[in-house]
């Protein structure tokens, strides 16, 4: 195999991988409402910065959050100002960037390998579940993912034509600059140590000036450096405090922070975050070995830089390696489209593990319907959509000698899934740990004056969709404090803790004004307990 010699099959119409991507990514977006803690904080955080104006340091119930920069939250600001404070608008930012990767894996792998390489990669990346499920979800990683992802495809791309260079390299230090924006110097590191390495890979230590880097520096500290020096300005101690907690610390210093995991954790975690693909990392990276081009020393190049530096780190999650999935990716995609277009018999092991994997999507899907039903028996007649999960089980088992079928039916299964989680499952989910409720009654019927607190629960979501500030306290004497009193107030909660805040049995002038299927509860207060002698489920 070599760049020019891959089979060229004309299986997929064009569009069909883009209305994969599409549906993968934005169909149901806003169904299930803010997750706490993670989604609803990045979105209040976004909320507070839009309705205070600090634009520079990002704060949450009126305090300093030092943990990221604040493109993050720019991004989110514009999709609320355009759609209001709901859940699709705040996702919006990271399904953009998904989207991004997505197009740019796809523009790399055409230049690398061919058009049918690109067709694949981009509908294994819209059926790569870990994947759509970040892209779908309010955090900073996608948005890292996509300045790396832009940055070293662009990078592929040039290896294909330096030292002529036709194309121009400041995309690349761009797309550099905004990750360094989104999450840190970790972009820029990451960039630099793969042109390290391939210019190790192809004997040309003439390949880093090639790519212009000085020229690229003064584009990277143009575009992130305005806001490291505003917002040192505005309060020194949190560029401090999130260069060297957040970034040198949490790389190097065992114990500073949370999820703290062993050398090999990508090892073993990654097999299942790449699913369903990873049935066929092994043979792709067999036939990479064997077919070293330029296009397969990149990407080999790419994942390895990532996941080498990521199992270095003391603090490990799998978000933090998604950069690692494009190249991966189509190392994969290399490997089915050559399969397809050779007509190569499927290995055996190959065909059992992928009609495995479409009987456990389907067994999953049937044992998700059955909890919704339990938890929201009002959405039974969603629960159909189960049955293309196991009708692609069926099929895949009666075309298990057929590689095209089989692909698809690996990529069907999947999509499947999407369908099920975000289309069937999402009003169970709301029902047991949404807290719009909640904010539904604190924004129709709490006064502006009265104390609205929370008790060792993160009551994010309910600050966002409520517009309100919400104090959180960690004692309870002075969470209840408003409440015990007969003021009008509101306490979010949950209702194991009721014992130890004093509220079991319920005082005669409190009242449960909500409850969540997790157990939360929102206990209020003064007139709004008066108005309602009765809890509402």
């Given at each position: 195999?070599?760049e020019?010699e891959?089979?060229?099959?004309a299986?997929w119409?064009?569009?069909?991988?883009?209305?994969?991507?599409l549906?993968?990514?934005?169909?149901?977006?806003?169904?299930?409402?803010?997750l706490?803690?993670?989604?609803?904080?990045?979105?209040?955080?976004?909320?507070?910065?839009l309705?205070?104006?600090?634009?520079?340091?990002p704060?949450?119930y009126?305090e300093?959050y030092y943990?990221?920069?604040?493109l993050?939250?720019w991004?989110?600001d514009?999709g609320l100002?355009l759609?209001?404070?709901?859940?699709?608008a705040?996702?919006l930012p990271?399904t953009?960037?998904a989207?991004?990767t997505i197009?740019?894996?796809?523009?790399?792998a055409?230049?690398?390998?061919?058009?049918?390489t690109?067709?694949?990669?981009?509908?294994i990346?819209?059926?790569?579940l870990?994947?759509?499920?970040?892209?779908?979800?309010?955090?900073v990683?996608?948005?890292?993912?996509?300045?790396?992802?832009g940055?070293?495809?662009?990078?592929?791309?040039?290896?294909l034509?330096?030292?002529?260079r036709?194309l121009?390299v400041w995309?690349?230090?761009?797309c550099?600059?905004?990750?360094?924006?989104?999450?840190?110097?970790?972009?820029?590191?990451i960039?630099?140590?793969?042109?390290?390495?391939?210019?190790?890979?192809?004997?040309?230590?003439?390949?880093?000036?090639?790519?212009?880097?000085?020229?690229?520096?003064?584009?990277?500290?143009?575009?992130?450096?305005?806001?490291?020096?505003?917002a040192?300005?505005?309060?020194?101690?949190?560029?401090?405090?999130?260069?060297?907690y957040?970034n040198?610390?949490?790389?190097?210093?065992?114990?500073a922070?949370?999820h703290?995991e062993?050398?090999?954790?990508?090892?073993?975690t990654?097999?299942?975050c790449?699913?369903?693909w990873?049935?066929?990392?092994?043979?792709?990276?067999?036939?990479?070995?064997?077919s070293?081009?330029t296009?397969?020393r990149?990407?080999?190049?790419?994942?390895?830089?990532v996941?080498?530096?990521?199992?270095?780190?003391q603090?490990?999650?799998p978000?933090?390696v998604?950069?690692?999935?494009p190249?991966?990716?189509a190392?994969v995609?290399?490997?089915?489209?050559?399969?397809?277009?050779?007509r190569?018999p499927?290995?055996k092991?190959l065909?059992?593990?992928?009609?495995a994997?479409?009987i456990?999507?389907?067994?999953i899907a049937?044992?998700?319907?059955?909890?919704?039903?339990i938890?929201a028996p009002?959405a039974?007649?969603?629960?159909?959509?189960a049955?293309?999960?196991v009708a692609?089980?069926?099929w895949?088992?009666?075309?298990?000698?057929?590689?095209?079928?089989?692909?698809?039916a690996?990529?069907?299964a999947?999509?499947?899934?999407i369908i099920?989680?975000?289309?069937?499952?999402?009003?169970?989910v709301?029902?047991?740990e949404?807290?719009?409720?909640?904010?539904?009654?604190?924004a129709?019927?709490?006064?502006?004056?009265?104390?609205?607190?929370?008790?060792?629960?993160?009551?994010?979501?309910m600050?966002?969709?409520?517009?309100?500030?919400?104090?959180r306290?960690?004692?309870a004497?002075?969470?209840t404090?408003?409440l015990?009193?007969g003021?009008?107030?509101?306490l979010?909660t949950?209702?194991?803790?009721l014992?130890?805040l004093?509220?079991?049995?319920m005082?005669?002038?409190?009242a449960?004004?909500?409850?969540?299927?997790?157990?939360?509860?929102?206990?209020?207060?003064?007139?709004?307990?008066?108005r309602?002698?009765?809890?509402?489920?």
């Amino acid at each position: 195999m070599n760049e020019q010699e891959v089979g060229s099959r004309a299986g997929w119409p064009a569009v069909l991988p883009w209305l994969v991507v599409l549906f993968a990514l934005f169909a149901w977006l806003g169904r299930v409402d803010l997750l706490t803690p993670d989604e609803a904080r990045h979105a209040e955080i976004a909320r507070e910065m839009l309705a205070g104006g600090h634009w520079l340091t990002p704060r949450i119930y009126g305090e300093p959050y030092y943990d990221k920069p604040a493109l993050f939250y720019w991004l989110i600001d514009g999709g609320l100002a355009l759609f209001h404070s709901n859940a699709w608008a705040a996702r919006l930012p990271s399904t953009l960037a998904a989207l991004f990767t997505i197009a740019a894996t796809a523009f790399w792998a055409r230049r690398a390998w061919n058009r049918s390489t690109a067709q694949a990669v981009t509908a294994i990346l819209a059926t790569t579940l870990f994947f759509v499920a970040v892209g779908r979800f309010v955090v900073v990683d996608m948005l890292l993912t996509a300045g790396l992802t832009g940055a070293l495809a662009w990078m592929g791309v040039l290896l294909l034509e330096l030292p002529e260079r036709r194309l121009p390299v400041w995309p690349m230090y761009v797309c550099v600059g905004f990750g360094f924006l989104a999450k840190g110097p970790v972009a820029l590191v990451i960039v630099a140590a793969v042109a390290v390495v391939m210019a190790i890979f192809e004997r040309r230590p003439a390949l880093l000036l090639e790519l212009r880097p000085f020229s690229g520096a003064l584009i990277v500290t143009a575009l992130a450096g305005p806001w490291y020096l505003g917002a040192y300005l505005a309060d020194p101690a949190y560029i401090r405090t999130f260069l060297w907690y957040h970034n040198f610390a949490r790389f190097a210093v065992p114990g500073a922070l949370e999820h703290q995991e062993p050398w090999y954790f990508y090892l073993l975690t990654l097999p299942v975050c790449l699913l369903p693909w990873s049935i066929f990392l092994p043979a792709a990276l067999k036939l990479a070995w064997k077919s070293p081009n330029t296009g397969v020393r990149h990407a080999l190049a790419w994942a390895t830089v990532v996941l080498g530096f990521f199992s270095f780190s003391q603090t490990k999650l799998p978000t933090y390696v998604l950069s690692a999935f494009p190249p991966l990716l189509a190392l994969v995609a290399v490997y089915i489209d050559e399969t397809l277009s050779r007509r190569s018999p499927v290995p055996k092991a190959l065909e059992a593990a992928a009609v495995a994997w479409t009987i456990l999507a389907a067994t999953i899907a049937a044992g998700g319907v059955v909890w919704v039903v339990i938890e929201a028996p009002s959405a039974w007649m969603r629960t159909i959509l189960a049955l293309p999960a196991v009708a692609i089980a069926a099929w895949s088992y009666r075309h298990v000698h057929e590689a095209e079928s089989l692909v698809t039916a690996v990529g069907a299964a999947a999509l499947s899934l999407i369908i099920v989680v975000y289309g069937t499952a999402a009003d169970a989910v709301n029902a047991r740990e949404s807290q719009r409720g909640a904010a539904q009654v604190v924004a129709a019927e709490l006064p502006a004056y009265a104390a609205l607190t929370s008790y060792r629960v993160a009551p994010h979501a309910m600050a966002f969709y409520g517009t309100r500030m919400v104090r959180r306290c960690a004692d309870a004497e002075s969470a209840t404090a408003e409440l015990i009193a007969g003021a009008d107030a509101a306490l979010l909660t949950k209702r194991k803790f009721l014992v130890e805040l004093g509220l079991e049995p319920m005082p005669k002038w409190l009242a449960v004004a909500w409850s969540s299927g997790d157990g939360q509860v929102l206990v209020v207060g003064g007139a709004l307990a008066a108005r309602r002698p009765e809890p509402q489920e």
